[in-house]
Structures are given as structure tokens and as C-alpha cells.
């Protein structure tokens, strides 16, 4: 006698199929959702407060709840998407994604403290927590030079007076009409202003327009390196005035008075001899000794200058 055919049918009915996580005790009752980022948002708002209906009745930490929050994340992924697109403006192209991420702790949080008894509707609720989060990664991650909230929260004021005040005056506003616009002091819309450039940086290298010395068209290739941060060349002088004094405290009165009618009044050996009443030879080895003994004394190393003297 010949075996029946296998038919698909035969061949389901065979082979068991493990029980959908939909079946697990607990939320049997629940639709199964295979594609939850793939849900039409307005059916995604439905299904929403069917799991959320169930989401604070299971246990803490049991895989059936796991099950409903995770859905729920999934299903209402497009709300963080949406905002997102409002920040995309303030945001490379390598940083959407991190805004993504950011966004999706503020639909966790949501999430978590979602009432549905309340009758309120969960983006109502979410968007906020959302855009919060976005908005506190910009201000924690985002400025150069970090300063104080206080004064992001200042920036943001004062972008918005500036604004406004534009549009009404008809004309940029001073920094009176800014601080009379929010209450504030001249000196606090300032600071204000100040912390401002310490949002954003711009790289030495960078091409500035720079103008040439004779005033004429801006030179080429230059940066911003080649017109800020030259050394000073009165800086070193100041350095070493700096050092010598202590040297020049440390001297006999002649040999100060000395090197003041040599290097203060410019006077030659033979003027600075007829005024101290010694000879022009004397001068000249007083002045060779003195200036060896400062010059060794502003070399020499200070640990070991202070360990001498002692």
C-alpha cells in the first residue's frame, strides 16, 4: 500500500511551533505585533492604550511585562523620529543619530510614567520628555566652553528678546532695550552676550578674510593663526625686569648708583669716574664684575641660587 502524500498542511500540523511571546501567561489576551516599528501611527495610538492598560498591571521585572514596554517603545518610535526632524537644523548629519538615542530615553521615561487613568493622550505626555532630552544634550554636550545654565538659559532669553524687539522697533536693539524688555540689568544682558561666544569655535587654521598692511584687498591663504597670538616681543624683557630686581635689591649702594649713571643716564666711564671719584679703569672692572655677577645670577638656577645663599 502506497504511503499518503505530505501535504503543507500535514507538515504544520507535525511540526510544533513555539508559543508566540503574545501567549505567555498574563497578556494572552494582547494583540501580537510582529513589526512594531512598522504600525501605521494611528493604529499605534490604539494598540498603545491596550498595553498600557496592561503594562502597570504585570510585575515588575517578569518577561511579560518586558514584552508590553518594549512594544510599547517600538510602537511610538515615530514620535522621537518627529522630533528630531525639529532639530535637525542644530545638528550634523553625524549627530542625528546620537539625537535618536536621546530622544529615546525621553520616550522611556514617558513611558514610565504614563497614567493612562488620567485620559490624557500619551504624546501629549511624551513629546515634552522627548524634546527635553534633546534639548539638555545640546546644552550639556554642544557649547565650546562650557559655562554655567544660568547663562545658556540667558543666551536663548536674549536670541528671543533680540527678535522680537527687532520686528517691533525696526531696528537691532541696544542693550538697554534688551534689559528692559526681560527685567534684567544692563551688566547681566552683557555677561549674557559675553557667554555667547563661548557657544560655538571656530580652528586657527581656518582662511580669514585678513587685509594686507598697505590696506588693500584681504591677503590670500591667510588664517587666523597667521593675524592673532604673535609673541610679544617686549614680554621677555618684562620677564627678565622681573628677575633682576630682586639681584639689583642685593647690590652695594656705589654699584647700584653706578649702574644707574651708566644705563639710566648714559653717561661714559669717565663722567661715571669723575662723579663716583675713582678712575676710568676702576669703572670699567667695577662694571665687568657687577654685570658677570647679574648675568650668572639670571642664569642660574633658582633652587640652586636660593641653596647658595643660605
Excluded at 498542511?9 to 501580537?32: F, K, N, Y
Excluded at 521585572?61 to 514584552?67: A, H, S, V
Excluded at 545658556?152 to 536674549?158: G, K, N, P, T, V
Aim: no cysteine.
Amino acid at each position: 500500500m502506497r504511503a499518503p502524500a505530505h501535504t503543507p498542511a500535514a507538515e504544520t500540523a507535525a511540526v510544533p511551533r513555539p508559543r508566540p511571546a503574545s501567549a505567555a501567561p498574563g497578556i494572552a489576551d494582547l494583540p501580537r505585533i510582529e513589526e512594531p516599528r512598522e504600525v501605521a501611527p494611528a493604529d499605534a495610538r490604539e494598540l498603545s492604550r491596550v498595553f498600557f492598560g496592561r503594562l502597570h498591571e504585570l510585575e515588575e521585572g517578569t518577561p511579560e511585562r518586558r514584552y508590553v514596554r518594549n512594544t510599547l517603545i517600538e510602537m511610538n518610535a515615530s514620535l522621537v523620529q518627529y522630533a528630531v526632524r525639529r532639530f535637525r537644523g542644530r545638528a550634523d548629519a553625524d549627530d542625528i543619530e546620537d539625537l535618536v538615542q536621546v530622544g529615546t530615553i525621553g520616550l522611556i521615561k514617558a513611558i514610565d510614567r504614563y497614567d493612562p487613568s488620567r485620559e490624557t493622550e500619551f504624546a501629549t505626555l511624551a513629546m515634552p520628555y522627548i524634546t527635553g532630552e534633546i534639548k539638555r544634550h545640546f546644552r550639556d554636550t554642544t557649547w565650546a566652553v562650557r559655562v554655567p545654565r544660568r547663562l545658556q538659559e540667558l543666551r536663548i532669553d536674549i536670541a528671543k528678546a533680540k527678535e522680537e524687539l527687532t520686528g517691533a522697533l525696526d531696528r537691532s536693539p541696544t542693550v538697554s532695550d534688551i534689559a528692559a524688555h526681560l527685567d534684567l540689568t544692563a551688566e547681566e544682558v552683557v555677561e549674557g552676550l559675553f557667554a555667547a561666544n563661548g557657544h560655538t569655535s571656530g580652528s586657527l587654521d581656518a582662511p580669514q578674510p585678513a587685509f594686507t598692511e598697505s590696506g588693500g584687498d584681504p591677503a590670500e591663504g591667510q588664517t587666523l593663526a597667521d593675524v592673532i597670538g604673535a609673541e610679544e616681543p617686549a614680554l621677555e624683557r618684562v620677564e627678565d625686569l622681573q628677575a633682576l630686581a630682586p639681584l639689583l635689591e642685593r647690590l652695594s649702594a656705589r654699584e647700584r648708583r653706578m649702574l644707574q649713571l651708566r644705563f639710566g643716564d648714559e653717561l661714559t666711564q669717565a663722567q661715571i669716574g669723575a662723579a663716583l671719584g675713582i678712575s676710568q679703569m676702576q669703572v670699567s672692572r667695577l662694571l665687568t664684575r657687577v654685570l658677570a655677577h647679574l648675568r650668572a645670577s639670571m642664569l642660574a638656577d633658582p633652587a640652586e641660587d636660593g641653596a647658595a645663599r643660605r
